[in-house]
Each structure stands twice: as C-alpha cells, then as structure tokens.
C-alpha cells in the first residue's frame, strides 16, 4: 500500500537544493564562475531558509515535530538497524532526522559564511577566517550529504522501499503494521 508523504513543496526544495548543491561546489574552484559560485548559495540559502519556515507551519511529515531532534532514539534505531529489528518508518526515521537537521545547520553556516567571504566580511570580519571556515563548513556539509545518500540507498534495501523514488513521486510504502504506529505516534 502506497502512501503520499512528502508534500510538493518538499520534493522541489529537496531536488532544487541538490541542484544548487551540486552546482555551487561544481564552481567553488574557479575564478571564472564565481559569480554562479554565489548565485547558487543565494538560492541555497533562500531554499534552506524557506524550508526552516515551511517545517514550523506545515503539517504532516514536512513538519518539524513529525521528525524531532533525538540522539537517544537514533542510537536505539542504529543499534536495531546492525541488528535487523528496525522498524520502519512512514516519515524520516531518527537517523534521518539528524542528517536533516545537520544539512540544515551546516547549510545555514556555509551559506553565511560565503556571503561573508564574498563581501570581504563587510569590513569587520576577517574575510580571510570566514573564508576557511566556508571551505571547511562546506566540506562537511558534503560529508554528511553523502552519509545521507548512502543511508537512503541502505534504508532502501533493507526495507525494501525505493526512498528516492518516494522523494520523487511524494508516495511511500507503508505496511499496516507502520499505518497502526503512525497513528499511534510511537517512537
């Protein structure tokens, strides 16, 4: 049995911040297309930020307390997930929340970074800091982007749901058991 999960709003933030994504780091080394390299995290910026505000007021899987920040419930997931006792999950699943709110936060800190750097920190910052922190900030956004795609392709194996495809469609298989514990709200 399918069902819709993720609203419009998030399959185009998701897929256009990919793009952005992509395309920032595809400019990041060239003199050349540094003017792309800025536009693109403008547009970073502006998704993630439009993001933060549609998690706050959207209903559903799209919101904030539909997925908490719970370090404590990802390590019992991480351990059933070794162990094969994981359940799955209709929305994003504990590990997932994390890697969402760490995209979203080291989004937020390169993004501001960059526009420091690229504004010669405004005359008050050292542009010269700001630069490598963006470098490093962005490394590990990149990091833990590629934590995430891995983790997406393992969860998709493992319970056998093609999550990318989800994200595509906006449809998720759900079993009944997964229909009763959403309902029920049980973490």
Known sequence: ??????????????????????????????????????????????????????????????????????????????????????????????????????????????VGSGCVTYNDGWGFIDSEMSETLHAYVTWIWLAVVCVHVFGVIFESIIHHDNLIWAMITGCKRVCKIDERQARKKIR
């Open 1 to 110: 049995m399918l069902r819709y999960v993720w609203d419009p709003f998030i399959r185009i933030f998701h897929w256009s911040l990919v793009g952005a994504f992509a395309y920032a780091f595809y400019t990041h080394a060239s003199i050349w297309d540094q003017l792309h390299h800025t536009y693109a995290g403008y547009v970073a910026g502006t998704l993630i930020i439009a993001r933060i505000v549609w998690g706050l007021i959207a209903t559903g899987y799209a919101n904030f307390q539909s997925f908490p920040l719970n370090p404590i419930w990802a390590a019992k997931y991480f351990w059933r997930l070794l162990h094969g006792t994981a359940k799955h999950y209709v929305g994003h699943n504990p590990i997932g929340s994390i890697a969402i709110y760490a995209m979203l936060a080291l989004g937020i800190l390169a």
